[in-house]
């Protein structure tokens, strides 16, 4: 079965740090770019990050620059999301996903008729004192 799962979220107070885990089960991430993506309640799907198959590109939302890391690790089959610096407006459900392009991860919140392969369930971060 093809899966993505997230882990790693939780309860962090302003300022602390967490680090997501995004594991690929059935299929080889390899040949496939990953992405970060979260949403609040309320609010639309937003592009937190995303890095190429090889890992020697990556992008990041403005919102998150200087203070997320978005990494992989091929040979365990995982992806990282790094956050530091955490502000309570990070709390949301974030979401790693991945598609063979990694043009389709960076627009596919701005573009509806863009489809990503392989989608997570989620992890909860919620940032709070």
């Known amino acids: 079965q093809v899966q993505l799962v997230e882990s790693g979220g939780g309860l962090v107070q302003p300022g602390g740090s967490l680090r997501l885990s995004c594991a690929a089960s059935?299929?080889?991430?390899?040949?496939?770019?990953i992405g970060w993506f979260r949403q609040a309640p309320g609010k639309e799907r937003e592009g937190v990050s995303c890095?190429?198959?090889?890992?020697?590109?990556?992008y990041y939302g403005d919102s998150v620059k200087g203070r997320f890391t978005i990494s992989r690790d091929n040979a365990q089959n995982t992806a990282y999301l790094h956050m530091n610096s955490l502000k309570p407006e990070d709390t949301a459900t974030y979401y790693c996903?991945?598609?063979?392009?990694?043009?389709?991860?960076?627009?596919?919140?701005?573009?509806?008729?863009?489809?990503?392969?392989?989608w997570g369930q989620g992890t909860l971060v919620t940032v709070s004192s």
């Open positions: 996903a991945a598609d063979p392009k990694l043009h389709s991860l960076v627009v596919v919140t701005t573009d509806k008729n863009t489809h990503v392969e392989v």
């Open positions: 059935g299929f080889t991430l390899d040949y496939y770019a």
């Open positions: 890095i190429s198959s090889s890992g020697s590109s990556t």
